[in-house]
């Protein structure tokens, strides 16, 4: 069955750099997320995460404090290096570092060479050496001291504080416990119910079977944001309101369309001798479902509920209906949405950690089961 | 009380309950109503029989009653109403829609994401899937591209942020072209474009779906079938376009369904992304404006989503009766 | 393994609402707060095993503040609040009121919203008394009391909003540095600033920082300009008709407006990245082009909430400073200021939603966030000592020097034009519509509202 793969040597390279070039470009803008999620806000608005790897040039300020100036010979001296700053700790944590260049105005941060003696605005010289070293000489008593603007190379830097953040800070562990609470229940419960009517639909006999079928691939299409606003009302009415017992119930029945269509496409494909002759033994309906049909269809069970758990997981729109605001009951897309892209808008590496954390239990579902996937789903349309 | 707690409760309660339900009920039905015994044996078990689907059927018949077909009719009705719920408008609230220019603007860009994201990815989808066949490192491969699949709206929203920002030290794009000596651009406000900018968001995180399920139906294909047109001399595009694809054809169809009803329901991509601003609102990103606000429009902007893909549902029902027969 | 996993999970949830609870950031009885008044309130209530739930605008940075405050409340009470704050507050709490889970108290930060949800008899009007207590304690006091109040769903009108917080919106951020450096000085007069404006752009410089992008509710920080326009080029009677829409949002006037907006905003010299990049620019990104090396630009128009969200450790007064958003010499219409403001109400009654309302006339509940910087308030009570900096007492000075003191505008308007229409119109108007066509446009969804 070596088709176009594998055609001959040349066709197999192009097959290998295309597929390399797809995943990398799939694959290329997570890496940026990944990157800039352990980098902090100044490093990712001053430079790209493609140049996180790589030491560069940084501008930096720091105000001369202009007190106990020592006076010499009739002019007036302040002496210091600019690395000792406190503000700067975060980017020289050694207080040591290399000055390139240093400037009196920010608008030209670079605009004399470290060592370079250079005339004040107000009177007087300044001079920055290459190791940050001072010497600001002014003839009167300076009320302010000046601003100092320097350039020095900074080595790359990652930091897990944007992890510490969001992990322990933010109330994103009640968020991270409030999906699994909406998550698990809103897989299973669809999952079950849907099985044993696709069970009904594919090898049951009754009158309107037809009907039913056609009546669930037409729901299929409903747009759920049209049951949003009814729903609501509805619980509300019944007493649920907002609650995690009604986020299961719409998660329930927005999913049960999709997951009987598929599984009775699968359930039809099994077998037909199998469950005939375990009815001419005399089992029930209810023992074949269980003992033959559950097990057989176990990979579609599982890849449905893979992809259930994905959509409930990542869902916005129903919990923002169906859920309180509060932060009770908050669940991730919803912190992130709210809470993270609300209130640190600006601040891009805590955005990219948090959502890589919600990605993480994703993935790992999708990893244990995804030999499920591939034989899963569809086994029964294939005919 | 912890929500841990509450929450494994409730799947004991939820599932336990479920799986009570078809146990006891089966029972009930078997051992009390239509006893299997006794002088009508035979025509009890045959009732029993007769009742039996629906005992299987109803708990799935009751949700998709309450949460998908009552809506649609209670929705239709309210979207006859003003912004009050009071006064009955008749087709007023349609009317007034499509005398709005985002409206029309919304619906356009709907129809362009219909046609194009579920095309997209299911031809991408197919395409790896077939690329990464016999690849030895096919299946890494194929992991990498599954990935995005895990990836919430709003957080692809904020990968693509990475891409697709004006500022060139941040956004890759502005960067690239930063760096080749090009004017920085908004990619977000390139008119019309910019709805497919948003549309290749989907686009990349539905191709892993899309691939997962094809490149399963092509492991499903006879191999012989394969082998006999290798034979009579076809050449792989030929295999490929005239063997393989129209023996998957049920699957691409399904997939291609599941997207595009996908489709219908992403409002996250625009809403975290431009807002609907630049003219890239889409039906349900234009519908969360009026969510809320007023019903009676909300509603019909939920119609006309629903018009929208009336076809698709006409051609799937159609396609199941002919599985039928 | 799953159960052990649940169970530090727990622990970590307990241990960390103990702790909010436990500490009160400024040691009781200690500094220049009004602690005579938070004692007596504290001996007088007692709510020990209530819980109280609030609803607010407030997140982060803000909610660790309104925490704080929150915890003194607890403190005296015994009582449990949970805040919870939402970026997406406006519909949170519609949809909650109507889902029958509405928290105790909502913070609302427009007040159109809350007398929408007023008539829709969705609020508890306040405490009699709560009026002339702010009509006495509030600086400007009736204006306070009827930004408050709106219609019940009978028509009759009631106090049903205390303000607590109020932001200030005409002021310019600089950088003193920066304008020290080049020889600018602050601009009086708005003819002045344009004259600055164009300087900057002389010496190779761009003066603004302009940023509309704020998720759903892009678009805002235009619609702020354009009120302080309105008050600038308008008598105040024109800004009100304005916002109850006797005046058309396609009046001349108001288009005047929006065009004076865009001598600022549609001009790709003046603004950082264009005018294009203003639209998608994040607002809380915007304000870092000052804090660059080499500035990328000089001034940042913004309320005065935005130091939450420069640089961290940046100092107001040292390393960015601000000046009132002038008025135009020409039109002779004094010092015109518009603000914001937030008001707590009662969206589902109970003995300690009323409690917190009293706590929160105490001058005391509005010191702790004075002390903790980035609040402002119009209660005369309090201690001015407890601003945490000269800069916010400026700001202080710049809301009682005002000749005319109006709301933010589009606060005031039913929700879909305030946080629907006009933001998105701004978004099309900075990015190329004619402000002729976007008014007109803002209009009809107006007309088609009834």
């Known amino acids: 069955m070596d088709n176009i793969a594998g055609q001959n040597q040349g066709s197999k390279l192009a097959v290998n750099i295309t597929v390399i070039i797809l995943v990398l470009l799939w694959l290329l803008p997570t890496i940026g997320l990944f990157v800039s999620s352990f980098r902090d806000?100044?490093?990712?608005?001053?430079?790209?995460?493609?140049?996180?790897?790589?030491?560069?040039?940084?501008?930096?300020?720091?105000?001369?404090?202009?007190?106990?100036?020592?006076?010499?010979?009739?002019?007036?001296?302040?002496?210091?290096?600019?690395?000792?700053?406190?503000?700067?700790?975060?980017?020289?944590?050694?207080?040591?570092?290399?000055?390139?260049?240093?400037?009196?105005?920010?608008?030209?941060?670079?605009?004399?060479?470290?060592?370079?003696?250079?005339?004040?605005?107000?009177?007087?010289?300044?001079?920055?050496?290459?190791?940050?070293?001072?010497?600001?000489?002014?003839?009167?008593?300076?009320?302010?001291?000046?601003?100092?603007?320097?350039?020095?190379?900074?080595?790359?830097?990652?930091?897990?504080?944007?992890?510490?953040?969001?992990?322990?800070?933010?109330?994103?562990?009640?968020?991270?416990?409030?999906?699994?609470?909406?998550?698990?229940?809103?897989?299973?419960?669809p999952i079950l119910i849907a099985a044993f009517a696709a069970y009904a639909l594919a090898w049951m006999d009754f009158p309107g079977r037809g009907l039913l079928i056609a009546a669930v691939v037409g729901l299929l299409v409903v747009p759920l944001q049209l049951a949003l606003v009814p729903l609501l009302s509805l619980h509300t009415h019944i007493g649920i309101g907002q609650s995690f017992l009604g986020i299961w119930l719409a998660h329930t029945g927005f999913g049960l369309p999709l997951a009987v269509y598929l599984l009775r496409n699968y359930m039809v494909g099994l077998p037909r001798d199998i469950i005939e002759s375990a009815k001419v033994d005399g089992a029930t309906d209810f023992q074949i479902f269980v003992r033959i049909i559950l097990p057989l269809s176990f990979p579609a069970l599982a890849s449905f509920?893979?992809?259930?758990?994905?959509?409930?997981?990542?869902?916005?729109?129903?919990?923002?209906v169906f859920l309180p605001s509060g932060s009770d009951s908050q669940v991730m897309t919803v912190k992130i949405a709210d809470d993270l892209l609300g209130s640190r808008g600006g601040d891009w590496g805590i955005l990219a950690t948090a959502a890589f954390v919600s990605i993480a239990v994703p993935l790992v579902v999708f990893f244990t089961m995804q030999r499920y996937l591939v034989r899963g789903l569809l086994a029964g349309s294939v005919k | 009380?912890?929500?841990?707690?509450?929450?494994?409760?409730?799947?004991?309660?939820?599932?336990?309950?479920?799986?009570?339900?078809?146990?006891?009920?089966?029972?009930?039905?078997?051992?009390?109503?239509?006893?299997?015994?006794?002088?009508?044996?035979?025509?009890?078990?045959?009732?029993?029989?007769?009742?039996?689907?629906?005992?299987?059927?109803?708990?799935?018949?009751?949700?998709?009653?309450?949460?998908?077909?009552?809506?649609?009719?209670?929705?239709?009705?309210?979207?006859?109403?003003?912004?009050?719920?009071?006064?009955?408008?008749?087709?007023?609230?349609?009317?007034?829609?499509?005398?709005?220019?985002?409206?029309?603007?919304?619906?356009?860009?709907?129809?362009?994401?219909?046609?194009?994201?579920?095309?997209?990815?299911?031809?991408?989808?197919?395409?790896?899937?077939?690329?990464?066949?016999?690849?030895?490192?096919?299946?890494?491969?194929?992991?990498?591209?599954?990935?995005?699949?895990?990836?919430?709206?709003?957080?692809?929203?904020?990968?693509?942020?990475?891409?697709?920002?004006?500022?060139?030290?941040?956004?890759?794009?502005?960067?690239?072209?930063?760096?080749?000596?090009?004017?920085?651009?908004?990619?977000?406000?390139?008119?019309?474009?910019?709805?497919?900018?948003?549309?290749?968001?989907?686009?990349?995180?539905?191709?892993?779906?899309?691939?997962?399920?094809?490149?399963?139906?092509?492991?499903?294909?006879?191999?012989?079938?394969?082998?006999?047109?290798?034979?009579?001399?076809?050449?792989?595009?030929?295999?490929?376009?005239?063997?393989?694809?129209?023996?998957?054809?049920?699957?691409?169809?399904?997939?291609?369904?599941?997207?595009?009803?996908?489709?219908?329901?992403?409002?996250?991509?625009?809403?975290?992304?431009?807002?609907?601003?630049?003219?890239?609102?889409?039906?349900?990103?234009?519908?969360?404006?009026?969510?809320?606000?007023?019903?009676?429009?909300?509603?019909?902007?939920?119609?006309?989503?629903?018009?929208?893909?009336?076809?698709?549902?006409i051609w799937n029902i159609r396609q199941a009766r002919n599985e039928m027969r | 393994m799953k159960s052990r996993f649940y169970a530090s999970a727990a622990v970590l949830a307990l241990v960390a609402s103990g702790a909010t609870a436990q500490d009160l950031i400024f040691a009781p009885g200690e500094g220049a707060f009004t602690w005579d008044s938070y004692n007596a309130f504290a001996e007088s209530v007692d709510l020990s095993g209530q819980t109280i739930e609030i609803t607010g605008p407030w997140t982060g940075n803000e909610r660790e503040k309104v925490d704080n405050v929150l915890a003194y409340f607890e403190a005296a009470t015994g009582a449990t609040v949970n805040y919870s704050g939402s970026d997406s507050f406006e519909q949170d709490i519609v949809i909650s009121t109507r889902a029958g889970s509405a928290p105790n108290l909502a913070v609302f930060p427009q007040p159109g919203l809350a007398a929408d949800m007023a008539a829709q008899g969705l609020l508890t009007p306040l405490a009699e008394g709560t009026a002339d207590f702010v009509r006495e304690n509030y600086a400007a006091g009736q204006s306070w009391v009827d930004l408050g109040t709106y219609a019940d769903p009978d028509g009759n009108d009631q106090l049903y909003g205390l303000f607590y917080r109020v932001d200030l919106k005409s002021l310019v951020w600089y950088s003193p540095d920066a304008f020290d450096e080049m020889g600018y000085d602050i601009p009086e007069t708005m003819e002045e600033l344009k004259a600055l404006t164009e300087q900057i752009v002389e010496d190779g410089g761009t003066p603004w920082c302009i940023g509309l992008g704020s998720g759903a509710a892009t678009g805002w920080p235009a619609t702020d300009w354009v009120e302080d326009m309105m008050l600038r080029l308008h008598e105040p009677e024109v800004y009100d008709d304005w916002v109850t829409n006797d005046l058309p949002f396609d009046d001349p006037a108001v288009i005047e407006a929006i065009d004076a907006f865009g001598w600022f905003v549609r001009n790709d010299d003046f603004v950082q990245g264009g005018a294009e990049a203003a639209a998608t620019t994040d607002f809380r990104d915007s304000p870092a082009g000052?804090?660059?090396?080499?500035?990328?630009?000089?001034?940042?128009?913004?309320?005065?909430?935005?130091?939450?969200?420069?640089?961290?450790?940046?100092?107001?007064?040292?390393?960015?400073?601000?000046?009132?958003?002038?008025?135009?010499?020409?039109?002779?219409?004094?010092?015109?200021?518009?603000?914001?403001?937030?008001?707590?109400?009662?969206?589902?009654?109970?003995?300690?939603?009323?409690?917190?309302?009293?706590?929160?006339?105490?001058?005391?509940?509005?010191?702790?966030?004075?002390?903790?910087?980035?609040?402002?308030?119009?209660?005369?009570?309090?201690?001015?000592?407890?601003?945490?900096?000269?800069?916010?007492?400026?700001?202080?000075?710049?809301?009682?020097?005002a000749t005319t003191f109006r709301f933010d505008a589009s606060d005031l308007m039913p929700g879909e034009i305030g946080a629907g229409a006009f933001w998105t119109g701004m978004v099309d108007f900075v990015t190329g519509a004619d402000a002729d066509d976007v008014a007109r446009a803002i209009q009809s969804r107006w007309d088609a509202m009834r």
């Open chain 1, 41 to 189: 806000r100044d490093q990712i608005s001053n430079s790209g995460w493609w140049q996180a790897p790589l030491a560069v040039d940084l501008n930096f300020r720091t105000r001369v404090a202009a007190d106990n100036p020592r006076e010499e010979g009739g002019s007036f001296i302040l002496e210091g290096n600019v690395f000792a700053d406190p503000a700067l700790a975060s980017s020289f944590p050694d207080a040591t570092g290399t000055v390139s260049a240093y400037g009196t105005r920010a608008v030209a941060p670079g605009e004399f060479a470290a060592g370079e003696v250079s005339d004040l605005r107000a009177g007087g010289t300044a001079v920055v050496n290459s190791d940050g070293s001072y010497r600001i000489e002014t003839p009167e008593a300076l009320d302010r001291g000046p601003t100092i603007y320097f350039e020095a190379r900074t080595p790359p830097k990652f930091t897990l504080a944007n992890y510490r953040t969001v992990l322990f800070a933010d109330g994103m562990d009640r968020a991270f416990i409030n999906t699994l609470t909406v998550t698990i229940p809103a897989t299973i419960i």
């Open chain 1, 305 to 320: 509920a893979i992809f259930q758990f994905l959509w409930t997981w990542n869902d916005l729109l129903v919990a923002k």
């Open chain 2, 1 to 313: 009380m912890s929500p841990v707690f509450q929450g494994m409760l409730t799947i004991i309660i939820g599932v336990g309950g479920c799986v009570g339900y078809f146990y006891f009920s089966n029972m009930l039905l078997d051992k009390v109503i239509f006893p299997a015994k006794g002088p009508n044996t035979g025509r009890n078990i045959n009732r029993a029989n007769q009742v039996r689907p629906w005992l299987f059927l109803f708990p799935a018949m009751f949700a998709l009653g309450l949460y998908l077909a009552y809506p649609v009719v209670g929705s239709f009705w309210r979207s006859l109403f003003d912004r009050s719920g009071a006064n009955f408008i008749g087709l007023g609230n349609y009317i007034d829609l499509f005398s709005e220019g985002t409206f029309r603007t919304a619906v356009i860009n709907n129809l362009l994401w219909v046609l194009f994201v579920p095309a997209m990815a299911t031809f991408l989808g197919l395409l790896v899937a077939q690329l990464t066949d016999r690849l030895s490192w096919g299946n890494i491969a194929k992991s990498l591209i599954f990935m995005p699949m895990a990836i919430s709206f709003v957080g692809a929203s904020l990968i693509w942020k990475f891409v697709y920002s004006a500022n060139p030290d941040i956004g890759i794009i502005n960067s690239i072209r930063d760096a080749m000596g090009l004017a920085v651009l908004d990619p977000l406000q390139v008119r019309f474009w910019n709805n497919f900018f948003l549309m290749f968001i989907l686009v990349w995180i539905q191709t892993g779906f899309a691939m997962v399920i094809l490149s399963a139906a092509l492991r499903g294909i006879p191999e012989e079938t394969i082998e006999a047109a290798i034979i009579d001399g076809a050449n792989p595009f030929q295999v490929f376009f005239k063997i393989k694809v129209p023996q998957i054809m049920g699957t691409i169809v399904v997939v291609w369904t599941t997207i595009t009803i996908l489709v219908l329901k992403v409002f996250d991509i625009v809403y975290t992304m431009t807002g609907g601003n630049f003219g890239t609102h889409i039906l349900p990103s234009y519908m969360m404006t009026y969510m809320f606000r007023d019903d009676g429009r909300a509603t019909a902007v939920a119609f006309v989503i629903m018009l929208l893909v009336l076809p698709v549902m």
């Open chain 3, 290 to 401: 000052l804090f660059q090396i080499p500035p990328s630009c000089y001034m940042h128009r913004q309320a005065s909430f935005i130091p939450a969200f420069f640089p961290e450790g940046t100092e107001v007064g040292q390393d960015v400073d601000f000046f009132y958003f002038p008025a135009f010499e020409e039109r002779d219409l004094g010092r015109p200021v518009l603000g914001a403001g937030t008001l707590f109400a009662i969206t589902n009654p109970s003995e300690g939603a009323e409690a917190m309302i009293e706590f929160l006339k105490l001058p005391i509940a509005h010191e702790l966030w004075m002390a903790q910087a980035g609040f402002l308030t119009a209660h005369a009570g309090v201690n001015l000592e407890t601003y945490a900096s000269d800069s916010e007492r400026a700001q202080g000075e710049i809301l009682a020097d």
